[in-house]
């Protein structure tokens, strides 16, 4: 059992930044790859970015792609959310998701329904 907890979330206004975190609880997170999502109110969750289980392999979501840069840190069973020129559109609730690889090599998940565990999520909200 992995429990994610994401923090860093807040109001920003446009162009601004923010760092999202996510801290796992097991010993065994060096394993998991890692995805963000988010969230509207009545929407469906959409992806923003993933990782693979050993940080060196990325993916993004158009809609962010030069502005976001997702990192884990095995050392620290941590997954960060750098969020850059941020938009009004970005505002939402960001979710950490977790999954099992066992050291597969190379693979990171885009889909919500790959993903094992999630945290409670956080709020941004950027003013324009």
């Known amino acids: 059992q992995v429990q994610l907890v994401e923090s860093g979330g807040g109001l920003v206004q446009a162009g601004d930044s923010l760092r999202l975190s996510c801290a796992a609880s097991?010993?065994?997170?060096?394993?998991?790859?890692v995805g963000w999502f988010r969230q509207a109110p009545g929407k469906k969750r959409e992806f923003v970015a993933s990782?693979?289980?050993?940080?060196?392999?990325?993916a993004y979501a158009d809609s962010v792609k030069g502005r976001f840069t997702i990192s884990k840190d095995n050392v620290k069973n941590m997954v960060y959310l750098q969020m850059n020129s941020l938009k009004p559109e970005d505002t939402d609730v960001y979710y950490c998701?977790?999954?099992?690889?066992?050291?597969?090599?190379?693979?990171?998940?885009?889909?919500?329904?790959?993903?094992?565990?999630w945290g409670q999520g956080t709020q941004v909200t950027v003013s324009s």
């Open positions: 990782i693979n289980w050993s940080g060196d392999r990325t």
């Open positions: 097991s010993s065994t997170f060096r394993s998991y790859a």
């Open positions: 998701a977790a999954r099992e690889t066992y050291y597969s090599a190379g693979r990171y998940f885009l889909n919500e329904y790959e993903y094992t565990y």
